[in-house]
C-alpha cells in the first residue's frame, strides 16, 4: 500500500534544524502528501500536509518538489521532543473516500 | 480542548474472550476511523464509520467488528482475539472526505491490548 520511501532513520543535534526527505514518485495530479508523527507509545500527531505548493505552519515546513516526486519536511529548530518516527503519507484517493497508508517512516532522534 | 478519547489504555483478555474498545470525540466530526499498529510496524487501517456508513478495508479480518452508536461514540469488538491480535488500537476522526479538499485525521492516545 504505502507509495513512499523514506530513510530509516537519522539523528539530529538540538536547536538544529531537522530535514526529513521523502520520495513519492508514483503520486498522482490530485494526492495530497501528509507528514505525521508518533512519539514513543502515543497516537500519531498530525504536522503537515499539502498538495503542490510549500506549506508552513506553527510546527513545521513542507517543501514539495515541482514535479511532485518528492518531499522535505523541515523541523526548524529540533528539541528533544520532537524525537519520534515520522510518516510520510500520501493520501490515496478511492472512489468515494480516501485512504492514508502509513510507510514504515523515519525515526528521528534529537541529541542534546 | 477538544480530543479524540479511548479507554482504556491497556486492556489485557484472554484468547478467544471477546473484547471491546471504545473511542469518544468532541470534536464533532463524521468519521470515525480504527486502525492497527503491531509492534515495531506502522499504523494499518481496520475500517472507518462514515455517520452511520461502515466501510471496511478488504483485507480485515472478520474477527473484527464496529459499533457506532452515535456521533460521538465508535467502538472496536474483538470477537475471539487470537495472540496475534496483541497490538496498539487507535481511533482517529475526521471531518470528512470532500472530492478534492483537505480533511485531516486526528488520533487518540490509543489502546493496547494483550492478549494471554
Known amino acids: 500500500d504505502a507509495k513512499t520511501t523514506q530513510p530509516p532513520s537519522m539523528d539530529c543535534a538540538e536547536g538544529r534544524a531537522a530535514n526529513l526527505p521523502c520520495n513519492h514518485s508514483t503520486i498522482s495530479g490530485n494526492e495530497y502528501v501528509y507528514w505525521y508523527r508518533q512519539i514513543h507509545s502515543q497516537g500519531p500527531q498530525y504536522i503537515i500536509h499539502?498538495?503542490?505548493n510549500n506549506e508552513t505552519n506553527e510546527m513545521a515546513s513542507l517543501i514539495i518538489t515541482e514535479d511532485r516526486k518528492s518531499s522535505t519536511l523541515i523541523l526548524p529548530h529540533a528539541t528533544l521532543r520532537d524525537t519520534a518516527v515520522y510518516y510520510c503519507?500520501?493520501?490515496?484517493?478511492?472512489?468515494?473516500?480516501?485512504?492514508?497508508?502509513f510507510g514504515a517512516g523515519t525515526t528521528v532522534t534529537v541529541r542534546a | 480542548d477538544a480530543m479524540v478519547i479511548q479507554n482504556p489504555r491497556y486492556q489485557v483478555t484472554q484468547f478467544g474472550k471477546p473484547v471491546t474498545l471504545s473511542c469518544s470525540q468532541t470534536l464533532n466530526h463524521n468519521v470515525m476511523y480504527w486502525y492497527q499498529q503491531k509492534s515495531s510496524q506502522a499504523p494499518k487501517l481496520l475500517f472507518h464509520?462514515?455517520?452511520?456508513?461502515?466501510?471496511n478495508e478488504a483485507d480485515t479480518p472478520d474477527n473484527f467488528q464496529s459499533r457506532r452508536p452515535n456521533t460521538s461514540f465508535c467502538f472496536l469488538d474483538i470477537r475471539s482475539p487470537g495472540l496475534g491480535d496483541a497490538a496498539m488500537y487507535l481511533c482517529a476522526t475526521s471531518r470528512g472526505f470532500v472530492q478534492g479538499a483537505r480533511d485531516t485525521q486526528y488520533f487518540g492516545p490509543g489502546t493496547r491490548l494483550t492478549v494471554l
Open positions: 499539502g498538495l503542490k
Open positions: 464509520y462514515y455517520d452511520k456508513d461502515f466501510n
Open positions: 503519507i500520501v493520501r490515496v484517493l478511492r472512489s468515494n473516500d480516501y485512504k492514508l497508508s
